[in-house]
């Protein structure tokens, strides 16, 4: 929980994110909508007046069943989607590892890639220089850092954007089952990376299906339902009650 | 870790004041490392497993030039208003023209393209067409390899008032850029965008003097070409490289105006509907 103001870390206030649900993308379907005075969109609220904080260095995880929200306070947090009200504050560098190797173009190299999704992810040309060589050993590409992407397997292709995110040192960390992908010695070693950062003080977030990890991991849950908050407390707690209550669905 | 940077407000919003406005284009200036790594992953992307590769951007222009040249040369016997052979007279506005349209073209679809890099990371999303629209440079810069090669063949040089030129497609550029950025934008809404600009451009190509010259034009008409940024600069390309002649300074004052406020305002609206492309992909 936050101690003093100065350490809070992610902010959400009163955060409510509605989506407009479209049937098409083209001219026609909105001038029919309009000729027929039909509502164009239908519209689906991802969340419903979400207010929480985040301290600095805390490791939280967000729990809840699938359309819960768990993505969308992700994406609010990484800045990509804007809230339909309320206000989203993030206080540094947010480094979002969903869905690895997003900017990897296919056709560039191993080496081309790793400075275009470093500086996507916010890394100066120098930063990139100077971590070029940690880079490559942590992903294991020495061999293959000259071959275009498209050649890679997907653990490869993770594993180099794996590298690339927990070397652009973010200060907010976000984490959407990443973790279960690669082999497990990857899944070993991406783990004690993430252990390093809970020592360094990096502000983590988790978003995962996976009970053990955030029991084991975080120090805090959320637990999301329907775009509201269910429960907020210490991450044991939190999963106890989860757990419980997904044996008895009608609970919710 | 001691950081003094206090909390902000995550960038995206579609409130947007003048404060915010100049804030968004510091932003982006910031970013310029990302905009030159963008840029040359298009250009590496774009020829990349073709036999020709860049040859193709010799391809293009001088295929259309040797076909024009023969149709409204030849065939239907086009002047030139000047003493240039028809071709060097065509091809010094069609270089300039196919840069504007293929730059327009592929900027349109840029966002749209990057749909799984703007649904995972935040950046200024004006990134992607600014990246877009700079590619096409290497295109525009291949034509003019072959139009001096072409001015060689034909005995000429360059004239001395072609110092002119870096300016005048400076503005050219910054025509261009805000065109493309509501245009990538709204493409995102509507799929309709990219098929309405393919038409457009075609009509904008007859509608600009690039097959036959401005001075043709019968008065009663020459005001629209006036307001066309693309008339007026290309009218000013052959006065500068070919003729030896100042720029229309009046013209070209008008049209460095509209292209200036076309950016402004293409980039404001790019702006406002930029809080919504995630969720519109």
């Known amino acids: ?252 | 870790m001691a950081r003094s940077e206090a909390l902000r407000r995550t960038p995206l919003s579609s409130s947007l004041g003048p404060l915010g406005y100049l804030r968004h284009l510091a932003d982006f200036w910031r970013r310029r490392d990302l905009l030159w790594h963008m840029t040359v992953r298009h250009l590496r992307g774009q020829y990349k497993q073709s036999v020709l590769g860049y040859a193709w951007a010799f391809v293009n222009p001088l295929s259309q030039m040797l076909i024009m040249s023969f149709v409204f040369s030849t065939i239907l016997r086009v002047g030139t208003a000047g003493d240039a052979p028809y071709p060097l007279f065509l091809f010094v506005g069609l270089v300039p023209w196919l840069f504007f349209s293929s730059a327009l073209a592929s900027g349109t679809d840029s966002v749209t393209g990057a749909a799984s890099l703007v649904t995972k990371v935040y950046f200024p999303r004006e990134v992607l067409p600014t990246a877009a629209v700079l590619t096409k440079l290497v295109d525009l810069f291949f034509g003019f390899v072959i139009l001096t090669m072409l001015m060689a063949y034909y005995g000429r040089l360059p004239e001395a008032t072609v110092y002119w030129f870096p300016l005048l497609f400076g503005i050219h550029l910054i025509f261009v850029l805000g065109l493309t950025y509501p245009l990538a934008a709204l493409n995102l809404y509507f799929h309709d965008v990219r098929f309405l600009v393919g038409v457009v451009l075609t009509l904008w190509f007859y509608m600009t003097p690039v097959i036959y010259p401005v001075t043709t034009v019968p008065d009663k008409y020459r005001w629209v070409f006036d307001l066309n940024p693309n008339a007026v600069l290309i009218d000013a390309y052959r006065r500068v490289i070919l003729y030896g002649q100042e720029p229309d300074f009046k013209k070209v004052l008008v049209g460095a105006g509209i292209a200036l406020v076309t950016f402004l305002i293409g980039y404001y609206l790019f702006k406002k509907m930029e809080a919504g492309f995630a969720d519109s992909i």
């Open chain 1, 1 to 252: 929980m936050p101690t003093a103001f100065d350490s809070v870390e992610v902010d959400f206030r009163h955060v409510t994110k509605r989506f407009a649900l479209r049937e098409g993308h083209t001219l026609r379907e909105f001038a029919s909508a309009i000729v027929s005075r039909k509502a164009w969109t239908n519209d689906f609220f991802a969340l419903r007046d979400v207010s929480f904080t985040i301290a600095r260095g805390e490791i939280v995880g967000i729990i809840g069943r699938n359309g819960s929200g768990k993505s969308t306070t992700l994406k609010l947090m990484a800045g990509v989607t804007a809230p339909s009200s309320g206000e989203v504050f993030v206080g540094g560098r947010v480094s979002p590892l969903i869905e690895l190797g997003a900017g990897f173009h296919p056709d560039l190299t191993g080496r081309e890639n790793v400075h275009l999704n470093g500086s996507i992810l916010g890394m100066t040309s120098r930063e990139i220089k100077e971590q070029y060589d940690s880079i490559v050993a942590f992903a294991e590409m020495e061999e293959f850092i000259d071959t275009p992407v498209k050649r890679y397997s997907s653990g490869m292709y993770i594993r180099l954007g794996f590298a690339v995110a927990v070397h652009s040192n973010p200060e907010v960390l976000l984490v959407d089952e990443v973790l279960s992908v690669g082999d497990s010695f990857f899944q070993e070693k991406s783990l004690a990376k993430m252990h390093e950062f809970r020592e360094k003080g990096t502000t983590i977030v988790v978003v995962s299906h996976s009970a053990p990890l955030i029991e084991n991991f975080c120090g805090r849950a959320i637990w999301l339902e329907r775009g509201q908050i269910v429960d907020d407390g210490p991450a044991k707690e939190v999963l106890e009650r989860y757990t419980h209550s997904q044996h008895e669905p009608h609970l919710i």
